[in-house]
């Protein structure tokens, strides 16, 4: 299985900070098509994980640009600007490029 | 617009089946894939498996011949079947809508929490 590693575990952060959360593959995740199978999920507490992210740099709709996703190959980043009290909570990604697909450790983000 | 809908038992004993409906409306099961992931105490996340829009399955190959993903598409719900659950199957269960293409799960359920537990 492909092993997903996720760092940090925690990150403190300040309201109107930066944030970056790092993600990387045992394996490349770049598929035979060409494309690559990267997404990321905020789970606030209580809720359902949403998307944010799809293949490496899509924000899904209704995302705000303060997220951004970036990488290639084994290695993404997924970047939250001006963080805001509503982006706390667990940050997971998830790849689909290969069998079976694998998620992340996840990264809480909260207040410093 | 889309919404899923988790329904279940929320307590299983040790050797029995763990059986959960999702239910979907806003949007047809006969197009794109549909998922089943589960969260456990800890918050490790696991994709189990899915159903496509024409009714062919993929697992997660440690469930091994455990899982069964099935549906009806009169009734527009999928159904997850776990079989001989133990302890280490306790664990909030969603299912979700899996984009075909881009294989990214976008609408989620919200989740129901299934113990096992004698």
């Known amino acids: 299985d492909v092993v997903m590693t996720q760092t940090p575990v925690s990150l403190p952060v300040s309201l109107g900070g930066q944030a970056s959360i790092s993600c990387r593959s045992s394996?490349?995740?770049?598929?035979?098509?060409?494309?690559?199978?990267l997404h990321w999920y905020l789970q606030k507490p209580g809720q359902s994980p949403q998307l944010l992210i799809y293949r490496v740099s899509n924000r899904f709709s209704g995302v705000p640009d303060r997220f951004s996703g970036s990488g290639s190959g084994t290695d993404f980043t997924l970047k939250i600007s001006r963080v805001e009290p509503e982006d706390l909570g667990d940050y997971y990604c998830?790849?689909?490029?290969?069998?079976?697909?694998?998620f992340g450790g996840g990264t809480k983000l909260e207040l410093k | 617009e889309v919404q899923l809908q988790e329904s279940g038992p929320g307590l299983v004993k040790p050797s029995q089946s763990l059986s959960l409906t999702c239910s979907v409306t806003?949007?047809?099961?006969?197009?794109?894939?549909w998922g089943w992931i589960r969260k456990f105490p800890g918050n490790k996340m696991e994709w189990m498996g899915y159903i496509s829009y024409s009714g062919s399955t993929s697992y997660n190959p440690s469930l091994k011949s455990r899982i069964s993903i099935t549906r009806d598409t009169s009734k527009n719900q999928f159904f997850l079947q776990l079989n001989s659950v133990t302890t280490e199957d306790t664990a909030t269960y969603y299912c979700?809508?899996?984009?075909?293409?881009?294989?990214?799960?976008?609408?989620w359920g919200q989740g129901v929490m299934v113990t096992v537990s004698s």
């Open positions: 979700a809508r899996c984009r075909s293409g881009s294989y990214y799960f976008d609408y």
């Open positions: 394996q490349s995740l770049v598929h035979s098509n060409g494309n690559t199978y």
């Open positions: 998830l790849q689909s490029t290969h069998f079976p697909w694998t």
């Open positions: 806003g949007y047809s099961i006969t197009s794109n894939y």
